[in-house]
């Protein structure tokens, strides 16, 4: 497990890494790396080194956290990544860039492992594989790039953010029960949509995080369930 503290206080790095060496009383594979400026993490991720997790401080440098998450963002979808703040306000923008969790300073240490463990088990969920059989033809995807599942009369369609829209017998009831524990949730009837692409949430619609040409893709909300 990759895992990368990001924060220009030294002092609030070297708390962090032990707090991580401790985890499990030290019986753990982290390999940890820390950077004090953005520009180490941001020209890591340029030189090809990817994270499993990656602790970043919201005000850093010259720079946000937020601005430095979006860059990340940019080359590795995957990354878990976890603010470390002294204030709540960057909060919403912080989730808007699909953060795993905004942690304020500072740090209360049942609070930080209760979340570790948390997003350990996320990453081992995401590892975890759909099959789908369909006629003659066996697909297997990343459950944790299934952006939403539709229900199509006895079809399913299941659309996954790098390989498009797929199809098969079965039934969205099915399904719900079946990924429930890797946080899919029914938006209305024939819709079971993936939590973690969840950008925006208006009356009648769901924004995802996905793009489809220059659009964010958008997914209809039963009216009756959530007027």
């Known amino acids: 497990m990759k895992i ?15 707090l991580l060496k401790n985890y499990k009383d030290g019986n753990n594979d982290f390999e940890i790396i820390s950077f004090i400026t953005s520009n180490e993490i941001l020209d890591a991720y340029q ?12 005000q850093i440098d010259e720079h946000t956290g937020i601005d430095v998450g979006n860059k990340i963002r940019e080359v590795d979808d995957t990354v878990a990544i976890i603010f470390i703040s002294n204030y709540a306000d960057y909060a919403v923008q912080a989730f808007r860039l699909n953060a795993f969790q905004y942690i304020t ?4 240490e049942i609070l930080f492992y209760e979340e570790l ?8 969920l995401e590892c975890q594989k759909y099959v789908i059989h ?48 890797w946080r899919f949730a029914r938006c209305h009837q024939g819709f079971l949509i993936n939590l973690n692409y969840i950008y925006q949430v208006e009356k009648n ?8 040409g220059d659009e964010y893709l958008k997914v209809q909300m039963s009216k009756k369930k959530y007027s």
């Open 205 to 212: 619609y769901i924004t995802t995080t996905i793009k489809v």
């Open 105 to 108: 300073k500072p740090i209360d």
């Open 47 to 58: 030189n090809g080194k990817k994270f499993d997790v990656v602790f970043l401080d919201i």
């Open 4 to 18: 990368a503290i990001c924060d220009d206080n030294v002092s609030q790095v070297i708390a962090i890494k032990e």
């Open 134 to 181: 369909y006629k003659d033809m066996i697909t297997i995807l990343n459950i944790s790039d299934i952006v939403y599942i539709e229900s199509k009369g006895r079809k399913i369609q299941i659309y996954d953010k790098n390989k498009g829209l797929f199809e098969t017998y079965g039934k969205i009831g099915e399904e719900e029960k079946k990924l429930k524990k």
């Open 117 to 124: 463990e948390r997003c350990l088990h996320e990453k081992e």
